[in-house]
C-alpha cells in the first residue's frame, strides 16, 4: 500500500469498509490511515493486528485524535453465555479450565484443540512477537513462559527467574513487560498500606488465557487428573474478572494481599464498590476473613467457589 492518494482512493473507490489485517505489516501504516482518515471521511477503516503493541507504535503519533482502539482479548464468559442459564453455562467449564477460551479452540472439536493451541503458541508468541522485538535469546522467552506457568497463583521472585534463566535482571523484566504488552499475561500487585508485616515487594503473574498456559507446560488432562486444579481456578477466576472489567470499562484496581504472618486473600478489588477481598477455592471450603483484614482495612470479603463463582463473573455481563 502506498501513500499516494490516487492510488489510495482507487484502491478503495466503491468501498465504505476498508479492512486491513495484520496491519503492523504494512510500510507506514500509521501515515495511510492518516491519509485514509482526512482525505476519505465517508471511509470506515479497521485495522487489526496480532502485535497490538507494535501496531500501537507504528499508529501512535499520525493518528492522535483519529483513532479508537479496541482490544480483543479470548472470549469472556459473557460472551459465551448468551442463550444459556447458568447450569448450562457451568457444564462448559471445565472445558474452558483446561483449553482456554481462544474462538477458535472454544468452537473446535476436543481432538482439535491441542493442535490449536500448538498453531497459536509457535505462530503468534514465539514468532509474530520474536520477528517484531529484538530478542537475542528466543529459547528462554520459552523457558519464561514455562516458568512462570508452573509458578500461576504464586508470588513470582524476578531474582529467582533470572538464576534459573542465566539472563539479567533487566531482561527478565523486559521479556515480562513484552509478554504483559502482547496479551498473555498479566501481573497483579500486592495490595499494601505500608504496615510491616505486609508482603509488598512481589507480583503473582497470571495468563489471559488458561489454555495457553496448560499448553506450554504440556498438561491438557482434565480436572480430575491434574495436580494443580486449584492454581488453574485462581487464574481462571482472576482472568475472567480482568475481562469483565474490562469490557464494562470499570474502574477498578486489582491487588492480592498477604503478610509476613500468614494473612492472605486471593484477590483483591478497590473501586467504586470500595475495597473488596476474594478468596477463591473451588470446592465448597469454608473461608474465615483475616482478623488483620477485617481490623485494619474493614473492607469486604466474599468466599468464591464452584457454587457461586457465576454471580460474581456475570453480573451486568447478560
Known sequence: MQRDLKTLSDLTEGYQLLIIDEAQRVPDIGLVLKVLYDEMP?????????????????????LTGRKQVFHLLPFA????????NNYELDQ???????????????????SQKRNILGDICE????????????????SKIRDLLRLLAFQVGQQVSVNELTQKLSLNRETVERYIDLLEKS????RLPAYSRNLHNEVSKMDKIFFYDTGIRNYLIDNLKPLDQRIDTG????????????KQ???QQKNAQCFFWRTYTGSEIDYVEEGENGLNG????ISKTKARIPKLWQDEYHGGYQLINRSNYLDLLMEGMR
Open 245 to 247: 472489567l474490562f469490557y
Open 123 to 138: 505462530s503468534y508468541m514465539f514468532k509474530d512477537i520474536l520477528q517484531l522485538t529484538t530478542i537475542k535469546y528466543t
Open 42 to 62: 465517508h471511509l470506515k477503516v479497521i485495522a487489526t493486528g496480532s502485535s497490538s503493541f507494535d501496531l500501537a507504535n507504528k499508529t501512535a503519533e499520525p
Open 278 to 281: 476474594f478468596e477463591i477455592k
Open 183 to 186: 496479551f498473555v499475561i498479566f
Open 92 to 110: 462448559k467449564i471445565d472445558d474452558a479450565l483446561v483449553y482456554g477460551l481462544y474462538p477458535e479452540v472454544y468452537t473446535s472439536s476436543t
Open 77 to 84: 464468559l459473557g460472551e459465551i453465555a448468551q442463550g444459556m
Open 231 to 242: 492454581n488453574l481456578w485462581e487464574n481462571f477466576i482472576v482472568a475472567e474478572r480482568r
